[in-house]
C-alpha cells in the first residue's frame, strides 16, 4: 500500500496498492541479489531475502527500480494535478523482513516518512489501549485496524472533526 500525505492538508490525499507483478518483481529482485551478492544461486538470494538477517538498504534502490517508477508516476501525476509537493509517505502491511524499504524509498525520493503518534492519536480519537498493548505494539501494521474505527468528516469552517 502506498499512502501520500500533503504538508498543506492535515489528512490523506492519495493511497493506492502496488500493481499485481509483484511475482515477477520479486524474481528479478532475487537475480539482482545474486549478481550483486556474488551468491550462486536464486535459491541462495531467496534464502537470504526472507531470513531478515541482512540490511538491503544499501542495494535497496537497485530492488526497487519498478516501485520507484510507479511512484514516482503517481507523485507527478499529483503534484502536476494540484501544484503541491509531497512531503511524507507511509507504508503498511509489511513484514518485517522488509522493514528497510519504506526508508529506502523515502530517501530515494527525497520525502520524509509519516510518523504517527499512535499513542497520542487514539487517546485524542478516546480509545484507549490496554495494558498488555505497549507503544512498540503499534506501527505500520496497526495502521489498516486502526482505520476501520476511526472516521473524519469535514466539520465547521472547514475543520476536520471526528466522529
Request: aromatic share 12%; glycine share 8%; charged share 25%.
Amino acid at each position: 500500500m502506498e499512502a501520500i500525505r500533503s504538508g498543506a492538508y492535515d489528512y490523506l490525499v492519495m493511497s493506492r496498492t502496488f500493481p499485481d507483478d509483484l511475482r515477477s518483481s520479486v524474481s528479478r529482485a532475487m537475480r539482482e541479489i545474486q549478481q550483486e551478492l556474488n551468491l550462486k544461486d536464486e535459491d541462495a538470494a531467496r534464502s537470504l531475502f526472507f531470513s531478515n538477517t541482512f540490511d538491503f538498504r544499501e542495494i535497496g534502490p537497485k530492488l526497487l527500480r519498478k516501485i520507484f517508477k510507479e511512484l514516482n508516476a503517481s507523485a507527478g501525476f499529483y503534484e502536476v494535478q494540484t501544484g503541491q509537493t509531497i512531503p511524507y509517505f507511509y507504508m503498511t502491511s509489511l513484514p518485517a523482513y522488509l522493514n528497510w524499504i519504506p526508508e529506502v524509498i523515502a530517501r530515494e525520493m527525497e520525502v520524509e516518512l509519516l510518523d504517527i503518534a499512535w499513542l497520542e492519536w487514539l487517546e485524542g480519537l478516546g480509545v484507549s489501549v490496554g495494558g498488555d498493548c505497549s507503544p512498540g505494539d503499534l506501527g505500520p501494521g496497526t495502521f489498516g485496524l486502526c482505520s476501520l474505527f476511526v472516521n473524519f468528516s469535514p466539520g465547521k469552517d472547514g475543520v476536520r472533526t471526528q466522529k
